[in-house]
């Protein structure tokens, strides 16, 4: 897979780039594409551009969709089709509680999470989030996803075999942050109460 990923960013570029990142998770596309940008293949930035556009329209796609219809329509779509995003009721249920408590954040930070960040887009739909802040919370959400892990593909460069470890070095380092945002965030919204 990752070296279809790269041979396709090495022929078509920005196109190969938006179209792996409409359908793929940005973890498993930034990085090669990073990689790429190192070996001057394609530009960093138009690398970042493409990604976020693709990204962006999926994020766009999901919540219209889930926007136009009811909440039980929209999980019995999920019971039914779920799996094929990688999507199950549970999680969606509490993406929309996370959701609940703080709109902004979970959209935002959503887009580092791996698993959630399509399941973070149901709930914003289905309470009608205004389109300004979705797009505005979705694309500084998708630019900086990009950079991130795009940069991770970058510094690879000739270590294009330690991909896979340095990734699962960089995930973890994202959600012990994520974590420790979260555990910050429920004691300081404890000490309000």
């Given amino acids: 897979m990752y070296d279809y990923i790269y041979q396709a960013v090495l022929s078509t570029k920005y196109f190969s780039i938006f179209f792996f990142s409409l359908f793929f998770p940005t973890e498993t ?40 219809f009811s909440t039980q329509a929209v999980y019995r779509a999920i019971d039914k089709y779920g799996r094929v995003a990688g999507l199950r009721r549970n999680k969606v249920e509490r993406a929309g ?6 709109a902004k954040v979970a959209l935002f930070f959503g887009r580092f999470v791996p698993g959630l960040r399509t399941a973070i887009l149901i709930p914003a739909g289905l309470r009608r989030t205004p389109w300004g802040i979705f797009l505005v919370c ?3 959400g ?8 795009g940069y991770a593909g970058y510094t690879i460069k000739s270590n294009y075999q330690d991909l ?5 070095d960089f995930s973890n380092v994202i959600v012990i942050v994520l974590i420790l945002a979260g555990l910050l965030w429920f004691l ?6």
């Avoid at 509680?97 to 703080?102: C, E, L, Y």
């Avoid at 896979?164 to 699962?168: D, E, G, I, K, T």
């Avoid at 300081?188 to 109460?193: A, I, K, L, T, V």
């Fill in 164 to 168: 896979a470890s340095q990734l699962a």
């Fill in 97 to 102: 509680k996370w959701f609940d408590r703080n």
């Fill in 138 to 140: 979705t694309i500084a």
């Fill in 29 to 68: 596309v930034m990085p090669i594409v990073g990689y790429a940008a190192s070996g001057h293949s394609v530009s960093f930035v138009g690398a970042v551009v493409a990604a976020t556009i693709g990204s962006t329209l999926w994020s766009i796609i999901i919540y219209t969709i889930a926007r136009q």
């Fill in 142 to 149: 998708n630019i900086i996803d990009a950079v991130l892990l």
């Fill in 188 to 193: 300081r919204s404890r000490r309000q109460n």
